[in-house]
Every structure is written in C-alpha cells, then in structure tokens.
C-alpha cells in the first residue's frame, strides 16, 4: 500500500505561485510514475503533469507547459509540484497520485486526499 499526503493549496492572486507537495509512504515508489491531476468544478479530472520516481523525463499538459514543473526529493519520500504564472483556470482541487505512466486518470492505484487551489482575477 502506498499512503498519499498532498499539503500547499491556498488562495493566490493571477500571476502568483504556489508549491504542491505530496507526502509519500509504505512501499517503495521506485517502480512507479508519479503524477498531478486537477478537477474543477463540474469537470472532468485533468492530466497536469507526470514523471517516473525513479527519474527520467516527465510529461506536462499543453495547459500548464512552461509555468508548472513537477520535482521529488528522494530524502524526504515527497513530490513536488511548482506552479507559476497561476491564471484563474488554474482553481481547482489537485491531487497527487501513483501507478503506471499514463495521462488517463483511471489506471493509478493511489490518491492523495487533494489539496484546494484558488486563482482570483
């Protein structure tokens, strides 16, 4: 079992940042992708940004290309999302989550309880 913990959301004014974090714990993550997702209200869950645990390149929305970076720091067992630039279609909840390396929502095994994140105009 892996146990999720994201921390960092708030209110932020347009063109502010914030810093995700994701807690991670129980087993290893070093075979796992690990992965931001966002869900506005009425919407669908949305893909924002992946990378594998263990390195390698990650994989970003067209969306948030060039203002959001996804980092880990293997010390702490934690991910990390850095988001710039924040725009009012940002607001959303977001979530950390891990499985196998896919934009699809629906195929990762485990969530964290989302962290609210609010962009006013």
């Known amino acids: 079992q892996v146990q999720l913990v994201e921390s960092g959301g708030g209110l932020v004014q347009a063109g502010g940042s914030l810093r995700l974090s994701c807690a991670a714990s129980g087993r290893s993550l070093s075979n796992y992708n690990m992965a931001w997702f966002r869900q506005a209200p009425g919407k669908e869950r949305e893909f924002v940004v992946r990378?594998?645990?263990?390195?390698?390149?990650?994989s970003v929305a067209d969306s948030v290309k060039g203002r959001f970076t996804i980092s880990r720091n293997n010390a702490k067992n934690t991910v990390y999302l850095q988001m710039n630039s924040l725009k009012p279609e940002d607001t959303a909840v977001y979530y950390c989550a891990a499985g196998p390396s896919s934009s699809n929502y629906r195929v990762y095994d485990y969530w964290g309880q989302g962290t609210q994140v609010t962009v006013s105009s």
């Open positions: 990378m594998y645990w263990s390195g390698g390149g990650t």
